[in-house]
């Protein structure tokens, strides 16, 4: 079945404790994208990959790191994590950068 | 200005009625235009693509006014199952994604 999976889909940590989400792919998309979706904000960019080594910063970067190693992975880590990173996560990939395939979401809340 | 703007609703629709709303976006060079559909606590899927001469898939018809910068998505004999946010996507020459903020529908019994 294609899809996309992240996980933990649900977190809960505190203040600077390093973590990691994972996010991976079985379509052989070479575009894959982080966002996050807040209450009354929408879906906000973080980071998005073209391709394996390349990545870009999105609208909302700060706070974020991201790899893409391999085609099919692109985790996003969090060195040390505040409470206004409390939110919805979601990891897509796609084929092209246009039509996107959405991963069930991470639910993290920092305290 | 917003970069792309939709009316938040909710659009309280009864079953069977036909529900249109629209999705203004700032930037002229955008180039690609999307509708997705996200249920509660749920992922964005993929809707429908917008074509400058139109879209249609079943009970869906996507358009696009390049002239008025705005999309637009309705929906026929509307059910139970359409209530949800519908999300309006652009995308620009500088390979930027912006997503509205949704247009929550709820379709009356």
């Known amino acids: 079945e294609a899809q996309v999976t992240q996980n933990p889909r649900y977190l809960i940590t505190v203040t600077g404790k390093k973590l990691t989400v994972t996010c991976s792919q079985n379509?052989?998309?070479?575009?894959m994208s982080w966002y996050r979706q807040d209450p009354g904000l929408g879906l906000r960019q973080i980071y998005y990959?073209?391709?394996?080594?390349?990545?870009d910063k999105g609208d909302v970067p700060e706070g974020y790191k991201v790899s893409r190693k391999e085609k099919r992975n692109f985790p996003l880590i969090l060195e040390s994590p505040s409470p206004n990173q409390t939110s919805l996560y979601f990891c897509?990939?796609?084929?092209?950068?246009?039509?996107?395939?959405f991963g069930p979401g991470t639910r993290l809340t920092v305290t | 200005r917003k970069e792309v703007e939709q009316d938040p609703g909710p659009f309280n629709v009864p079953e069977g009625a036909t529900v249109a709303f629209n999705c203004t976006y700032s930037?002229?060079?955008?180039?690609?235009f999307f509708w997705y559909r996200q249920d509660c606590r749920k992922e964005p899927k993929l809707l429908m693509s917008?074509?400058?001469s139109g879209n249609e898939d079943g009970r869906f018809t996507a358009q696009l006014n390049r002239a008025s910068q705005y999309i637009s998505l309705l929906i026929r004999d509307s059910k139970l199952s359409d209530s949800a946010t519908y999300l309006c996507?652009?995308?620009?020459?500088?390979?930027?994604?912006?997503f509205g903020k949704g247009t929550r529908l709820h379709i009356l019994p």
């Open positions: 897509a990939s796609s084929p092209t950068g246009f039509e996107q395939y």
């Open positions: 379509m052989n998309h070479e575009y």
């Open positions: 990959s073209m391709n394996v080594e390349v990545t």
């Open positions: 930037n002229s060079a955008s180039q690609s």
């Open positions: 917008v074509y400058s």
């Open positions: 996507v652009v995308s620009n020459r500088d390979d930027k994604i912006i």
